[in-house]
């Protein structure tokens, strides 16, 4: 059974820099891609970037481009977000997310992902 755990939350002040990992376990690890989500409170889930595993294509929400990278370790099953000129409205609870397979050719819908992460709280004060 796959497991995804994330790593790297916390508090920063607008402008900082803080960054998310998240390591997938288990025996028959195999991803499509994976993913990271965001949910503020009082707000739906929202989408915040994505890498295919195979080639390392990536996508992001147009609310983080350039500011926020995404990348994969494939040796080591690990998924990381850069998360850099950070803004209040960043703040929100970061999940990580594997879908196995190419459902719909898109990469934002969190419904098609098949195992979550807990989630690390991220606060970007202003």
């Known amino acids: 059974q796959v497991q995804l755990v994330e790593s790297g939350g916390g508090l920063v002040q607008a402008g900082g820099s803080l960054r998310l990992s998240c390591a997938a376990s288990g025996r028959t690890f195999s991803s499509y891609a994976m993913g990271w989500f965001r949910q503020a409170p009082g707000k739906e889930r929202e989408f915040v970037a994505a890498?295919?595993?195979?080639?390392?294509?990536?996508y992001y929400a147009d609310s983080v481009k350039g500011r926020f990278t995404i990348s994969r370790e494939s040796a080591k099953n690990t998924v990381t977000l850069q998360m850099n000129s950070l803004k209040p409205e960043d703040t929100a609870v970061y999940s990580c997310?594997?879908?196995?397979?190419?459902?719909?050719?898109?990469?934002?819908?969190?419904?098609?992902?098949?195992?979550w992460g807990q989630g690390t709280q991220v606060t970007v004060s202003s």
């Open positions: 997310a594997t879908k196995s397979r190419d459902y719909s050719g898109r990469l934002y819908r969190a419904y098609e992902y098949d195992v």
């Open positions: 890498v295919k595993w195979s080639d390392g294509t990536t």
